[in-house]
């Protein structure tokens, strides 16, 4: 299910279980590239690291980006500049570039097979509104001084060069494989459903088990935790990936209709955003950055979240950013990415997107409703039962499946996504399977079956 090009052609890691309770320094929470390449990065300090992961090592948005690294995030400089200044958006700038000099020189220096190679990043438009906005980020990045390229087979186009691609999955297996010669244990299938804070340590709950640690550290795309109100600054999005031929080795992303593709390598094949291999889900930082650092100073409790989109460069700058503030280390970026600010102006950016999601988990889909017998094979409902509301996927033999209704995170009202036959939150994204079994959080639990007679044939 939602099986990717790059799960496909690697081989996953094997890691065990926790199964006992362990008493360590650091605990990384989310196997994935942050959660990882923040291992990587503390491997040789001399701290006990354990990273735990809900399901499999690498098997969530890692595992299912287009692993593009690049600098040319969107609309990023442009929105910086209109809601914080040119500083802030210069920072961002070579926050990134510095990362892209990290991978690049990590991949080196281990020898990784991770089929890398450097190209050109482009951003295009093909639509006369937006050929200003194109001119604009133009501006932005020529007065860092940054040398720009065009394309003409387009409209507007700006593009950088030395930017990269990669096989996120092997570059990610690599690393855990050299982080576990270094002592550091990877624990996969082990989700963690509490932190405490207990004097000056956490205990971290993973089933009935016990971890406890001296820092925490939330690597996960989104938050399970209520602390920070982080799930009410961030929300999800969810976009579709195909793999078509394609003759070019650029990178290229349409600004007005978020069309993107990328070459999966030199060999004419590439990835297209928009169309129906897998999906991926990104989280959204509202107030444009990602959230970087600690919830609060002097906790040692860290966050990482809000990548928007832009993961493969995001996750480096994080993982050197919370190695720095976990040893003292200056960092240029700790401001710009701090945990301690909002910006309601940006926000606003998001605003009728937000309400629309909203409005939809907590009272539309309440009063929109249909019927049993209007159903079709494989196809997934919300419908009213005597008085109750019920989620209902009838499958391809005709069998329904019925569960409450409600997300157990925050109770929104489930839609059914009858293109990818997943059920998903409309408030927080939370995703789980036609038959109601938890793919992804910010819920930790699957949705609740009910006693109604399921071997009804409707």
């Known amino acids: 299910m939602n099986q990717s090009y790059w799960q496909d052609t690697t081989s996953s890691i094997k890691c065990e279980k926790v199964t006992e309770d362990l008493e360590v320094d650091i605990v990384i929470i989310g196997a994935g590239l942050a ?15 354990v990273v735990v992961e809900r399901g499999q090592v690498g098997f969530q948005t890692s ?4 692993a593009k690294i690049t600098s040319l995030h969107g609309q990023i400089y442009q929105l910086l500049k209109k809601h914080y200044d040119i500083h802030y958006a210069h920072l961002y700038f070579l926050s990134q570039e510095s990362a892209i000099q990290e991978i690049r020189e990590i991949v080196q220096k281990e020898h990784i097979d991770c ?3 450097e190209n050109d990043a482009y951003l295009y438009t093909d639509d006369p509104q937006y050929v200003s906005l194109i001119q604009e980020i133009e501006n932005i990045l020529k007065s860092f001084r940054v040398e ?3 394309d003409s087979q387009h409209l507007a186009s700006i593009g950088l060069k030395h930017q990269a691609v990669f096989h996120p999955l092997k570059y990610l297996y690599q690393l855990v494989k050299i982080c576990q010669k270094s002592g550091v244990k990877f624990y996969e299938y082990s989700q963690v459903s509490k932190v405490k804070r207990k004097h000056y340590a956490f205990e971290v709950k993973v089933g009935q088990y016990q971890i406890q640690c001296q820092y925490v550290v939330h690597a996960t795309r989104y938050p399970f935790i209520k602390k920070g109100m982080y799930f009410a600054k961030l929300f999800q999005t969810k976009e579709n990936i195909d793999c078509r031929l394609y003759d070019g080795n650029s990178s290229r992303l349409c600004i007005d209709q978020s069309i993107s593709y990328r070459p999966i390598n030199q060999k004419g094949l590439y990835i297209d955003i928009k169309s129906c291999d897998w999906y991926a889900m990104d989280s959204i930082p509202l107030r444009g950055v990602p959230y970087i650092g600690e919830i609060k100073p002097h906790t040692h409790e860290y966050v990482i979240y809000g990548f928007q989109k832009w993961g493969m460069t995001l996750s480096q700058v994080a993982a050197r950013l919370i190695k720095d503030c976990i040893i003292h280390q200056q960092n240029p970026y700790r401001s710009l990415y701090s945990c301690q600010y909002f910006s309601i102006s940006f926000a606003k950016e998001y605003q009728k997107e937000l309400l629309q999601s909203y409005y939809k988990g907590y009272i539309g889909l309440r009063f929109h409703y249909e019927e049993l017998n209007q159903m079709s094979y494989e196809e997934g409902k919300i419908v009213r039962i005597g008085s109750k509301l019920r989620a ?3 499958d391809k ?6 569960f409450s209704p409600y997300c157990p995170h925050m109770r929104c009202i489930l839609q059914f996504d009858q293109k990818d036959k997943i059920w998903i939150c409309p408030c927080h994204q939370s995703t789980f399977t ?7 959080g910010p819920s930790l639990s699957s949705m609740k079956e009910t006693k109604e007679n399921r071997k009804k044939k409707h």
């Open 35 to 49: 959660g990882v390449s923040l291992a990587y990065q503390l491997k040789d300090l001399p701290y006990r690291v």
């Open 63 to 66: 595992g299912h980006t287009t």
């Open 115 to 117: 089929d890398f190679y």
């Open 148 to 150: 720009t390229i065009s």
């Open 392 to 394: 209902v996927y009838k």
């Open 397 to 402: 033999v005709g069998k329904c499946h019925i």
């Open 434 to 440: 036609a038959f109601g079994k938890l793919i992804d």
